[in-house]
């Protein structure tokens, strides 16, 4: 008891902050979105475009159809999804004693609460019923009769929710619990885990019956490897002299930046060696635990850590394919929390009188690895939301309406979409339809899907509930169609400063641009061109969106800051 208490007091801690933290406009935005379009009937990759898999909306809305659509109802949702990799971490590193199963669970903390914050996103929720399917699986090696049965079944049914959430696990599931099912050695081991594995995906298969194949292929495969990559890819690694994510570059900038006074790398070389030691660590510790468990033999904690291990090892891919702090946290925090195990295994090896306090040296270890691979991504978020909490700092900018709430980042994010939101209130009508994106809609890097939550009673105008670069802009793409059919746009200019080295700086097809300008008329502008409001009229008054752009100061900044990236290359 008191071991699980330290580690609820090192969660709550920040949760007060976490509550009223800025939010991701685009990705915690359709979170928010997607189920309530299920609950008025749509369906993901039919109705909108949804590159992950389905089982988290139906579970969220679920969730809202119960508790409802509110921010802190999802965040509440977001908070249990990381429970759930916490303590199966913790439940894993038990085999090492409370106190090492303490230090695994807070270096999962550190890795999982912070860096998007509780946003219920389906990464989350499919990492943690994996890991709740490794655990099945390895109680299923520890137990026989009745017991193994059922555990190999639940091992099976966590697995195939798993994949429902998010199918990219399906490296990290069949690595572990192939490796674990062969330890199992019989054909009912192999029948149990597969009839669990079959009543899991069931809710997969009845996606596909009614979205069909040729849908769900597209939305949950081709289209985020083949034509979401090109415009989201970073370099590997990481650019040493520079940040290259466009999100981080701005978290990372001189005015919003939090608080960190101790002696550290910068943030750009802390992920440039953060990169590296993600894939050392993944690789080294499954080696070592085969190593461990070699030495042996038999059904004991090294085959625990191997088997979990494995899990973290088929996690690699998410870190690699997108290495910003985000995507590093994501794919390390299985291998990072199975570390303090692996170090109290090694201790006594090597220094025997340490051995009583190998879960000393396991924890200070870490705590020093953190401080100085990647401070600014663990304890400095964590201290941030911390101080929130306490009150010895202010949240997010807040914008409401009605119930509804949001939080943006700083004072003239909240003031223009607090005025554009209060027009949108005054002159729309029940069932009219609202297309929200980038001002230049021939370049749809990001989306601020959160305009669509704050007016439940307006229709989605867009497939591209969630814009990308390389979708929604591709010549041919159903958008300019879309726009068309909208009776009202928020396009905003949040984002126009985006600049990353791949694909999303390519300007695609300029004719959902030229639409506005035909058949839309400028309502609104709010602070110098954030936000621009757009109703539609008889006859366009001729004013494209990408033309008026942000103030002249503003987009000469941006300019000369885009100028100086492409000259470093």
């Known amino acids: 008891m008191l071991s699980v208490a330290i580690v609820m007091a090192v969660i709550a801690l920040p949760l007060r902050g976490l509550f009223r933290a800025t939010g991701s406009s685009m990705e915690e935005g359709f979170m928010l979105v997607f189920p309530q379009r299920i609950l008025h009937g749509d369906v993901p990759n039919v109705d909108f475009l949804h590159l992950y898999g389905p089982f988290s909306l139906h579970v969220l809305s679920g969730w809202y159809w119960l508790f409802g659509d509110t921010l802190e109802s999802q965040r509440v949702f977001g908070l249990l999804q990381h429970l759930g990799i916490i303590f199966a971490l913790y439940t894993i590193a038990r085999a090492w004693g409370r106190r090492t199963a303490v230090i695994s669970a807070v270096t999962t903390t550190l890795l999982v609460l912070t860096p998007i914050g509780l946003s219920a996103l389906a990464w989350e929720g499919g990492v943690a019923l994996g890991l709740w399917s490794i655990v099945f699986g390895l109680r299923a090696l520890h137990t026989e009769g009745r017991s193994r049965r059922l555990a190999l079944i639940g091992a099976g049914v966590l697995a195939g929710f798993a994949l429902g959430y998010r199918p990219d696990l399906v490296l990290a599931l069949a690595i572990a619990h192939g490796w674990l099912l062969w330890q199992g050695r019989g054909e009912r081991t192999w029948r149990h885990a597969g009839i669990g594995l079959a009543v899991g995906l069931a809710p997969f298969a009845i996606h596909l019956l009614i979205a069909g194949i040729g849908p769900s292929v597209?939305?949950?495969?081709?289209?985020?490897?083949?034509?979401?990559?090109?415009?989201r890819e970073l370099p590997r690694p990481?650019?040493?002299?520079?940040?290259?994510?466009?999100?981080?570059?701005?978290?990372?900038g001189p005015a919003d930046a939090p608080w960190w006074k101790l002696p550290a790398l910068s943030a750009n070389h802390q992920l440039f060696l953060w990169f590296f030691v993600v894939i050392i660590v993944a690789i080294a510790v499954p080696l070592i635990a085969w190593r461990l468990r070699n030495g042996s033999g038999g059904v004991n904690r090294h085959t625990v850590l191997l088997g979990a291990s494995l899990f973290g090892l088929g996690m690699l891919p998410q870190a690699l394919q997108r290495p910003d702090s985000t995507h590093l946290a994501w794919g390390s925090c299985v291998s990072f929390a199975l570390l303090p195990c692996v170090i109290v295994e090694l201790v006594p090896r090597i220094a025997p009188r340490?051995?009583?306090?190998?879960?000393?040296?396991?924890g200070a270890a870490i705590a020093v690895a953190m401080l100085v691979v990647n401070p600014f991504f663990t304890y400095r978020y964590y201290l941030l939301q911390t101080r929130v909490?306490?009150?010895?700092?202010?949240?997010?900018?807040?914008?409401?309406?009605?119930?509804?709430?949001?939080?943006?980042?700083?004072?003239?994010?909240?003031?223009?979409?607090q005025a554009v939101i209060d027009d949108l209130d005054r002159l729309s009508q029940p069932g009219d339809r609202l297309l929200v994106g980038p001002a230049d809609l021939s370049r749809t890097i990001y989306s601020d899907a959160v305009f669509y939550y704050l007016f439940p009673e307006l229709t989605p105008a867009t497939y591209f509930i969630e814009m990308d670069p390389g979708l929604a802009d591709q010549e041919g793409s159903r958008l300019a169609d879309d726009v068309k059919s909208a009776d009202w746009l928020i396009l905003t200019n949040f984002w126009t400063g985006w600049y990353e080295p791949n694909a999303s700086s390519e300007r695609g097809s300029d004719e959902p641009n030229q639409v506005v300008a035909d058949h839309f008329c400028l309502v609104g502008n709010y602070e110098d061109a954030l936000v621009l409001l757009?109703?539609?009229?008889?006859?366009?008054?001729?004013?494209?969106?990408a033309g008026i752009g942000i103030g002249a100061q503003r987009r000469a900044d941006f300019e000369r800051e885009l100028a100086e990236r492409a000259a470093e290359g």
């Open 218 to 231: 597209r939305g949950m495969f081709l289209e985020p490897v083949f034509d979401l990559r090109p415009g």
């Open 238 to 252: 990481p650019s040493f002299g520079q940040i290259d994510g466009a999100l981080q570059a701005v978290a990372e």
């Open 354 to 362: 340490l051995t009583r306090h190998a879960w000393l040296v396991a």
């Open 389 to 417: 909490s306490v009150g010895n700092k202010p949240g997010g900018y807040v914008v409401t309406r009605g119930d509804r709430r949001f939080y943006f980042g700083n004072q003239a994010l909240q003031s223009s979409s």
């Open 534 to 545: 757009y109703q539609r009229c008889e006859q366009g008054d001729g004013i494209s969106p």
